[in-house]
Protein backbone atom coordinates (compact mmCIF):
# COMPACT_ATOMS: atom_id res chain seq x y z
CA UNK A 1 0.00 0.00 0.00
CA UNK A 2 1.11 3.65 -0.78
CA UNK A 3 2.44 5.32 2.64
CA UNK A 4 0.42 7.77 4.09
CA UNK A 5 3.19 9.73 5.83
CA UNK A 6 4.64 11.26 2.83
CA UNK A 7 3.25 13.31 -0.71
CA UNK A 8 2.00 10.69 -2.91
CA UNK A 9 1.39 11.67 -6.50
CA UNK A 10 -1.39 10.29 -8.74
CA UNK A 11 -2.28 10.57 -12.16
CA UNK A 12 -5.28 8.83 -14.51
CA UNK A 13 -5.16 6.85 -17.77
CA UNK A 14 -6.67 4.32 -20.20
CA UNK A 15 -4.93 0.99 -20.49
CA UNK A 16 -4.16 1.00 -24.19
CA UNK A 17 -4.67 -1.72 -27.14
CA UNK A 18 -1.26 -1.65 -28.16
CA UNK A 19 -0.30 -2.48 -24.10
CA UNK A 20 -2.04 -5.65 -24.03
CA UNK A 21 -1.15 -9.14 -25.09
CA UNK A 22 -2.61 -12.07 -26.40
CA UNK A 23 -4.61 -12.46 -23.60
CA UNK A 24 -6.07 -9.52 -23.63
CA UNK A 25 -4.44 -8.22 -20.34
CA UNK A 26 -1.43 -5.75 -20.12
CA UNK A 27 1.59 -6.96 -20.59
CA UNK A 28 4.20 -7.37 -17.80
CA UNK A 29 6.68 -5.04 -19.29
CA UNK A 30 4.67 -2.21 -19.58
CA UNK A 31 3.80 -1.89 -16.11
CA UNK A 32 7.65 -0.76 -15.71
CA UNK A 33 6.45 1.77 -18.50
CA UNK A 34 3.93 3.10 -16.18
CA UNK A 35 6.15 3.57 -13.17
CA UNK A 36 8.34 6.05 -15.49
CA UNK A 37 5.44 7.89 -16.09
CA UNK A 38 4.42 8.05 -12.43
CA UNK A 39 7.80 9.16 -11.54
CA UNK A 40 7.88 11.72 -14.26
CA UNK A 41 4.69 13.07 -12.94
CA UNK A 42 5.65 12.85 -9.23
CA UNK A 43 8.43 15.40 -10.34
CA UNK A 44 6.29 17.85 -12.22
CA UNK A 45 4.04 17.99 -9.47
CA UNK A 46 7.16 19.03 -7.31
CA UNK A 47 8.28 21.56 -9.47
CA UNK A 48 11.36 19.21 -10.25
CA UNK A 49 10.58 18.21 -14.07
CA UNK A 50 12.91 15.54 -15.03
CA UNK A 51 13.74 16.85 -18.34
CA UNK A 52 14.88 20.06 -16.53
CA UNK A 53 17.22 17.56 -14.75
CA UNK A 54 18.28 16.45 -17.81
CA UNK A 55 18.85 19.44 -19.63
CA UNK A 56 21.21 20.65 -15.85
CA UNK A 57 23.04 17.56 -17.22
CA UNK A 58 22.52 14.59 -15.07
CA UNK A 59 20.43 11.26 -15.33
CA UNK A 60 19.11 8.81 -12.98
CA UNK A 61 20.11 5.86 -14.68
CA UNK A 62 18.27 2.39 -13.59
CA UNK A 63 20.27 0.24 -11.16
CA UNK A 64 17.13 -2.25 -10.30
CA UNK A 65 13.25 -2.21 -10.48
CA UNK A 66 11.26 -4.86 -8.95
CA UNK A 67 7.12 -5.35 -9.57
CA UNK A 68 4.86 -7.29 -8.02
CA UNK A 69 1.53 -8.23 -10.23
CA UNK A 70 -1.17 -8.88 -8.19
CA UNK A 71 -4.50 -8.00 -10.49
CA UNK A 72 -4.48 -7.84 -14.61
CA UNK A 73 -5.14 -4.83 -15.93
CA UNK A 74 -7.07 -4.80 -19.33
CA UNK A 75 -7.26 -2.61 -22.09
CA UNK A 76 -9.47 0.88 -21.74
CA UNK A 77 -9.11 0.50 -18.25
CA UNK A 78 -8.83 3.47 -16.15
CA UNK A 79 -5.85 2.98 -13.90
CA UNK A 80 -4.14 4.98 -11.20
CA UNK A 81 -0.39 5.43 -11.40
CA UNK A 82 0.69 6.18 -7.76
CA UNK A 83 4.47 7.55 -7.22
CA UNK A 84 6.49 8.23 -4.37
CA UNK A 85 10.12 8.84 -2.91
CA UNK A 86 11.48 5.70 -0.56
CA UNK A 87 14.87 7.21 -0.12
CA UNK A 88 17.11 9.92 -1.22
CA UNK A 89 20.56 9.76 -0.77
CA UNK A 90 23.49 11.90 -1.72
CA UNK A 91 24.02 9.75 -5.20
CA UNK A 92 20.98 7.26 -5.16
CA UNK A 93 17.28 7.78 -5.89
CA UNK A 94 14.62 5.00 -4.85
CA UNK A 95 11.11 5.67 -5.34
CA UNK A 96 7.81 3.69 -4.97
CA UNK A 97 4.71 2.35 -6.64
CA UNK A 98 1.31 1.75 -7.41
CA UNK A 99 -0.74 0.90 -10.11
CA UNK A 100 -4.47 0.61 -8.98
CA UNK A 101 -7.80 0.52 -10.87
CA UNK A 102 -8.62 4.00 -10.53
CA UNK A 103 -12.61 3.66 -10.00
CA UNK A 104 -12.23 0.62 -7.27
CA UNK A 105 -8.75 1.56 -5.67
CA UNK A 106 -7.88 -1.81 -5.67
CA UNK A 107 -4.11 -2.14 -6.52
CA UNK A 108 -3.18 -4.18 -9.55
CA UNK A 109 0.88 -3.90 -9.32
CA UNK A 110 2.86 -2.61 -6.71
CA UNK A 111 6.83 -1.85 -7.03
CA UNK A 112 10.03 0.13 -6.99
CA UNK A 113 13.22 1.28 -8.68
CA UNK A 114 16.24 2.52 -7.69
CA UNK A 115 18.12 5.06 -9.74
CA UNK A 116 22.11 6.25 -9.45
CA UNK A 117 22.58 9.90 -10.57
CA UNK A 118 25.05 10.32 -13.34
CA UNK A 119 26.79 13.18 -15.30
CA UNK A 120 26.59 13.49 -18.80
CA UNK A 121 29.77 11.54 -19.44
CA UNK A 122 28.74 8.89 -17.43
CA UNK A 123 30.37 9.74 -14.11
CA UNK A 124 28.65 8.69 -10.66
CA UNK A 125 27.25 12.14 -9.29
CA UNK A 126 25.50 13.83 -6.44
CA UNK A 127 22.36 14.21 -6.58
CA UNK A 128 21.93 18.44 -8.02
CA UNK A 129 20.71 20.10 -4.19
CA UNK A 130 17.89 22.35 -5.98
CA UNK A 131 16.39 18.95 -7.35
CA UNK A 132 17.22 16.90 -4.16
CA UNK A 133 15.37 19.44 -2.36
CA UNK A 134 12.53 19.44 -4.05
CA UNK A 135 12.05 15.58 -4.36
CA UNK A 136 12.55 15.54 -0.14
CA UNK A 137 9.72 18.08 0.18
CA UNK A 138 7.65 15.21 -0.69
CA UNK A 139 8.89 13.46 2.48
CA UNK A 140 7.52 13.24 5.72
CA UNK A 141 7.45 16.64 7.45
CA UNK A 142 7.41 18.56 4.36
CA UNK A 143 4.72 21.30 3.86
CA UNK A 144 3.64 18.90 0.57
Request: negative net charge; proline residues 3%; glycine residues 6%.
Amino acid sequence: MAPTDRFVSENTFYVRYAETDAMGITHHSTYIIYFEEARSHYSRVLGASYADFERSGYWLTVGEVHARYMVPTRYAQLIAARCWLEDLRSRTVTFGYEIADAETGQVCVSGYSKHVCIDHSGHVSHVPAEWAAAMKSGLPGSEK
